[in-house]
C-alpha cells in the first residue's frame, strides 16, 4: 500500500436510492476511496429466513464503483432481525442479575447459541458467495465490536452456562482438581456435579462493588467469555477464508476494551482495525473524562502491538458524538489532527465514522461527514483535504515504529481487578496510562505487549500492578533480567497465582529475588476528604542523582523491607512514614525498579526520565506538554510527526532539518506548528 486507505462508514439502507449517486459524487470529491457497508443490515439483506435481497446492495455498490470507490464489507450480525428472535428469543443474552435482553438495540445475542451459530452460517455464507468474484470487494469487516453486548458485559443464559462447564471439564479434568485449584473448600462451596457450576451471577441487592464470588470461579468465567467471542469470529472466519480466499479479514476492536482478550482475537485477522473516538462523552471513554491525546495514542500503540504491524482505523471520530447526549463538537483542525495522529502510530486506513448523519434510530447525534440536511461543510471540507495531504506521504504509512520501551498489559490482571478491584480508587488501566503519559510526554516510543510476546527487542519493560503472576512468565522475566534487561514493576505485583489464588509468600511473590525487597504491609489510599485515616495524597522524597525530590503519592502504599537494593524514594508522613517506596535491585546485567506506590505526574516523569537515561534509550525530542512527536524510520531515513493539540502555536526543535511533506516545503531544525496543526518532516543529513 502506498497511501492510507481513506474511506467513510456508508449506510445506502438509510436514505433514498435517489440519494446515493450525490453521496458517491461527493465522497469522489472529498478523496474518498473507500466504504464500510452493510454491518447493520441483516434485516435488508435477509427480510425472512433463507430469502436473501442483494439487489439494493449490488446497486449502491456499482454507483461507488463508477466513482472510483471499493468496498469493505461488514458481516451483519451484529444486529440480529426481529424475526429472528421472534423465532429464537434464546439468542438475547441474559445478564448478571438474570434480565434477559429485550430486542430494540444492537449487539443484542449471546456468543454461544446454537440457534444463532445456524443463523450465522446461513447469512456470511449467502453474502460470501454473492461478493466473493465481485471487483469492489476487497476485505470484510467480521461483525462490529465484539463482545459489546446489549443489557450487560457478559451473558449468563443457559447456553452460556452449559458451555461454561464443558469448558472447565475440558481446562481441570476431575472436580477434585477444580475444587482444589478454586479453593471451593472456603464457604462450603465444593461441587460434586459439574452441572453445579453456574456461571457468576449478581448474589445480593444492592449490588456491592467488585464481585462477590469466588475470584478463581470469576477469573476463569471472565476467560471463558472471551474465548466465546473468539470462537464465535472463528466461525466466520472459516467461512471467509472457504469462500472468499483472496479478501481481507479484520474486525472493529476498540482499544482499551476489557471484556476479550484481544490478542487472542487478532490471531485469525489479516488486518486489526478500531474505532477511535477521541472525544466520547460518557460513560464511553475508558478513562476519568474525556480522553486526554496520550490516552488515544496508547490505545493507537496497543492497537499497533496485536500483530506487531500497522492496522486500520474502521471508525475516525467525524464529529459530535453520542446517543442520547452529545460530545463537544471537534474544533476546527481537530478531525485533521486526529486523522494525522492515527497515521504517526501506525494506521494505514481511515474510515471516518460516518458519511451521512442519520435521520432516523438511536445514532441520530452521532454525527458523520455530512450533517443532516446532506449538506458539505467545515468538517467536509477539513476531511478533504487531510484525504489530499495523506497521498503525500506514500509508503510512510507502513514505516518502522522503533520502540525500546514495552508495557505489560495482562488481561488476566485486567479481569482479575475486575473480580477484586483492591481499592476504589485503583484503575488497572490508569496505572498503566500513568507510566504511558511519562513517556509519551518525553515522545519516546512505547509498545504496549501481553505477556506472551518475546521481550528480546526491548531495553525496558514496564508492568504495572502484575497482578496475576503465571510461573512461566516468571522464569522468563528473570532470565531476560539477568541478561541485561531493565524491569519496572509495581504495587499489587505477583500477588496471585494463575487461577487467581493469593501466594503463601512475601509480595511481591516469586518476583521477591529479582527486587530485593518485600513488602511487610500495605494500605490503600482512599480519596482526600472521606474523613478516614490513610485519605491521599500523601508524600515521599524521591533522590534521583543525589537530588531530593517531593513527590506525590496516591491509590496505595507498600510498606517495604530491603534486602540488597538500592532506596530511591521514601515515604514522608502517613503510616509508613520513613520506610522505603522506591528500590533499584541489580540482578545479573539488568536492573529491577520497585514501585511501592503510584507516583503523580512529576515523580513519574523524574523516575522514568533516570530509567530511560541509565537504560540507554534514546530520549524523544523535547516538546511542551501539548505537542506529541512521532519518529518513524522509513528506508533508514528518519520522519517526523510533529502534533499540536492546543490552540496556541508552539516552537520546536527537530534533530535535523528536512521536508515537510504536507506542504512540500524545506524547513529547518526549528518548527513553528500551529494550533490544532500538524507537520510530518522528512529528516535531511
Known amino acids: 500500500m502506498t497511501h492510507p486507505l481513506f474511506g467513510a462508514a456508508y449506510y445506502p439502507e438509510h436514505c433514498s436510492a435517489e440519494r446515493w449517486s450525490t453521496d458517491a459524487r461527493l465522497m469522489q470529491q472529498a478523496g474518498i476511496n473507500t466504504v464500510r457497508l452493510a454491518e447493520f443490515a441483516w434485516s435488508r439483506l435477509e427480510p425472512k429466513a433463507g430469502d436473501f435481497d442483494f439487489a439494493w446492495l449490488d446497486e449502491a455498490i456499482q454507483i461507488l464503483v463508477a466513482h472510483g470507490i471499493q468496498v469493505i464489507l461488514g458481516t451483519p450480525t451484529a444486529a440480529p432481525p426481529a424475526w429472528l428472535i421472534q423465532t429464537h428469543p434464546e439468542i438475547l443474552p441474559v445478564n448478571e442479575d438474570g434480565q434477559r435482553a429485550g430486542f430494540g438495540m444492537r449487539r443484542h445475542y449471546c456468543p454461544t447459541q446454537p440457534a444463532f451459530h445456524a443463523a450465522t452460517r446461513r447469512i456470511v455464507q449467502a453474502m460470501a458467495r454473492h461478493y466473493q468474484q465481485h471487483p469492489a470487494v476487497f476485505a470484510w469487516q467480521i461483525d462490529n465490536e465484539l463482545g459489546n453486548i446489549t443489557n450487560g458485559i457478559r451473558c449468563h443464559c443457559s447456553s452460556c452456562r452449559t458451555a461454561f462447564q464443558y469448558w472447565l471439564r475440558q481446562r481441570y479434568g476431575s472436580l477434585e482438581r477444580l475444587n482444589s485449584l478454586w479453593g471451593t473448600v472456603f464457604w462450603s462451596q465444593e461441587y460434586s456435579a459439574w452441572e453445579q457450576i453456574p456461571t457468576p451471577m449478581r448474589n445480593v441487592r444492592p449490588a456491592s462493588p467488585g464481585s462477590a464470588h469466588n475470584p478463581s470461579f470469576y477469573l476463569d468465567f471472565a476467560r471463558f467469555t472471551s474465548e466465546s467471542w473468539i470462537q464465535y469470529q472463528q466461525l466466520q472466519v472459516q467461512i471467509l477464508r472457504d469462500l472468499c480466499p483472496q479478501h481481507l479479514i479484520t474486525h472493529n476492536l476498540m482499544g482499551l476494551f476489557p471484556y476479550v482478550d484481544y490478542v487472542k482475537l487478532a490471531q485469525d485477522l489479516d488486518v486489526v482495525s478500531w474505532d477511535n473516538y477521541p472525544r466520547l462523552p460518557a460513560p464511553w471513554s475508558a478513562f476519568k473524562g474525556n480522553w486526554s491525546p496520550s490516552h488515544v495514542a496508547m490505545a493507537h500503540d496497543l492497537m499497533r502491538g496485536l500483530k506487531g504491524r500497522t492496522y486500520w482505523v474502521m471508525e475516525q471520530q467525524a464529529g459530535p458524538s453520542g446517543w442520547g447526549r452529545i460530545s463537544p463538537t471537534p474544533l476546527p483542525g481537530e478531525i485533521r489532527l486526529w486523522t494525522l495522529q492515527s497515521v504517526a502510530h501506525g494506521a494505514e486506513a481511515i474510515v471516518y465514522f460516518s458519511w451521512l448523519t442519520s435521520h432516523v434510530g438511536t445514532e441520530q447525534y452521532w454525527h458523520g461527514i455530512l450533517p443532516h440536511d446532506g449538506t458539505p461543510g467545515r468538517r467536509y471540507e477539513e476531511i478533504r483535504q487531510t484525504g489530499e495531504e495523506l497521498q503525500h506521504l506514500g509508503a510512510l504509512v507502513t514505516a518502522d515504529f522503533p520502540a525500546e520501551v514495552a508495557i505489560l498489559r495482562s488481561y488476566d490482571a485486567l479481569w482479575a481487578f475486575e473480580a477484586q478491584p483492591t481499592t476504589e480508587e485503583l484503575s488497572y488501566d490508569d496505572q498503566i496510562g500513568r507510566y504511558y503519559r511519562a513517556f509519551w510526554r518525553s515522545n519516546v516510543a512505547v509498545d504496549l505487549i501481553t505477556e506472551d510476546p518475546s521481550w528480546e527487542s526491548y531495553k525496558l519493560l514496564v508492568a504495572p500492578c502484575l497482578f496475576?503472576?503465571?510461573?512461566?512468565?516468571?522464569?522468563?522475566?528473570?532470565?531476560?533480567?539477568?541478561?541485561?534487561?531493565?524491569?519496572?514493576?509495581?504495587?499489587?505485583?505477583?500477588?496471585?497465582?494463575?487461577?487467581?489464588?493469593?501466594?503463601?509468600?512475601?509480595?511481591p511473590g516469586a518476583l521477591r529475588d529479582l527486587t530485593g525487597a518485600h513488602v511487610i504491609d500495605y494500605t490503600a489510599l482512599l480519596p482526600t476528604g472521606t474523613g478516614v485515616p490513610c485519605g491521599g495524597p500523601e508524600s515521599l522524597e524521591l533522590v534521583l542523582d543525589g537530588t531530593i525530590y517531593h513527590i506525590g503519592a496516591d491509590v496505595w502504599m507498600d510498606d517495604l523491607e530491603v534486602n540488597d537494593a538500592e532506596v530511591l524514594g521514601t515515604y514522608r508522613g502517613g503510616p509508613f512514614d520513613g520506610s522505603p517506596a522506591v528500590t533499584l535491585k541489580r540482578f545479573g546485567a539488568g536492573r529491577v525498579i520497585y514501585v511501592g506506590t503510584s507516583l503523580d505526574d512529576v515523580g513519574q516523569a523524574l523516575l522514568m526520565g533516570k530509567v530511560l537515561d541509565e537504560t540507554g534509550i534514546t530520549s524523544g525530542v523535547p516538546s511542551p506538554d501539548s505537542v506529541e512527536i512521532v519518529r518513524r524510520v522509513h528506508e533508514g531515513t528518519d520522519y517526523w510527526f510533529v502534533l499540536n493539540y492546543s490552540p496556541v502555536a508552539q516552537e520546536i526543535r527537530l534533530p535535523a532539518r528536512g521536508i515537510e511533506l504536507l506542504t512540500g516545503r524545506a524547513v529547518t531544525e526549528t518548527v513553528i506548528v500551529n494550533g490544532f496543526d500538524a507537520l510530518v518532516v522528512r529528516s535531511q543529513p
Open 468 to 507: 496475576v503472576l503465571r510461573e512461566e512468565v516468571s522464569t522468563r522475566l528473570h532470565a531476560w533480567v539477568e541478561a541485561g534487561g531493565t524491569l519496572v514493576l509495581s504495587f499489587r505485583s505477583g500477588v496471585k497465582d494463575k487461577y487467581n489464588r493469593v501466594v503463601d509468600q512475601p509480595l
